[in-house]
T-cell receptor, first 112, second 114 residues
Framework: RKEVEQDPGPFNVPEGATVAFNCTYSNSASQSFFWYRQDCRKEPKLLMSVYSSGNEDGRFTAQLNRASQYISLLIRDSKLSDSATYLCVVNMGSGGNNRLAFGKGNQVVVIP | EAGVTQFPSHSVIEKGQTVTLRCDPISGHDNLYWYRRVMGKEIKFLLHFVKESKQDESGMPNNRFLAERTGGTYSTLKVQPAELEDSGVYFC????????????FGPGTRLTVL
């Protein structure tokens, strides 16, 4: 079983619409969760950390469900500039280790 | 503040040759990581340095890969001899602390082995 599972898409989203996607992770002991954004041929950049209580940053909302081991991301009022790949990332580290496990990413294309 | 830098940005080599990738982390970041993305797959962890020590090298694929971080500053990743399946994008990342701190990624080195 993969450490982080994501449905890669693509997700074709009309401008102004809402899009949501999620991922599942295998390690129930994981403590830290993130969404990274990756533009074409660029490096991943942190979009937001994900907390158990859920967190919001402008048009972006992230949720964590520990019982079901899934993480979600919702983008409201999509902009053309939101077109990118969104990577679900879980810190698999323990005992001083700190490795990140990545999903394949959700490719989002916002259409005018 | 300068971000993580990697050199070269691209490298094309023939099977059997040697390639050395370099990563300069953000100044002051003790933690340095190497990751790799091969075509069609997710980004995968290779190893983690804390200063000059290897904290976790569980992701290194085989003994053709050698990573060093002498002096605890920049790091090199050498592939010798390179094989076709080593082609991919090699990312370096650094962080100040461990578990909850953001890992900042470099632009990556795109390696093509012919």
């Amino acid at each position: 079983r993969k450490e982080v599972e994501q449905d890669p898409g693509p997700f074709n989203v009309p401008e102004g619409a809402t899009v949501a996607f999620n991922c599942t992770y295998s390690n129930s002991a994981s403590q830290s969760f993130f969404w990274y954004r990756q533009d074409c041929r660029k490096e991943p950049k942190l979009l937001m950390s994900v907390y158990s209580s859920g967190n919001e940053d402008g048009r972006f909302t992230a949720q964590l469900n520990r019982a079901s081991q899934y993480i979600s991301l919702l983008i409201r009022d999509s902009k053309l500039s939101d077109s990118a790949t969104y990577l679900c990332v879980v810190n698999m580290g323990s005992g001083g280790n700190n490795r990140l496990a990545f999903g394949k990413g959700n490719q989002v294309v916002v259409i005018p | 503040e300068a971000g993580v830098t990697q050199f070269p940005s691209h490298s094309v080599i023939e099977k059997g040759q040697t390639v050395t990738l370099r990563c300069d982390p953000i100044s002051g970041h003790d933690n340095l990581y190497w990751y790799r993305r091969v075509m069609g797959k997710e980004i995968k962890f290779l190893l983690h340095f804390v200063k000059e020590s290897k904290q976790d090298e569980s992701g290194m694929p085989n003994n053709r890969f050698l990573a060093e971080r002498t002096g605890g500053t920049y790091s090199t990743l050498k592939v010798q001899p390179a094989e076709l399946e080593d082609s991919g994008v090699y990312f370096c990342a650094s962080s100040q602390d461990r578990v909850r701190d953001e890992q900042f990624f470099g632009p990556g080195t795109r390696l093509t082995v012919l």
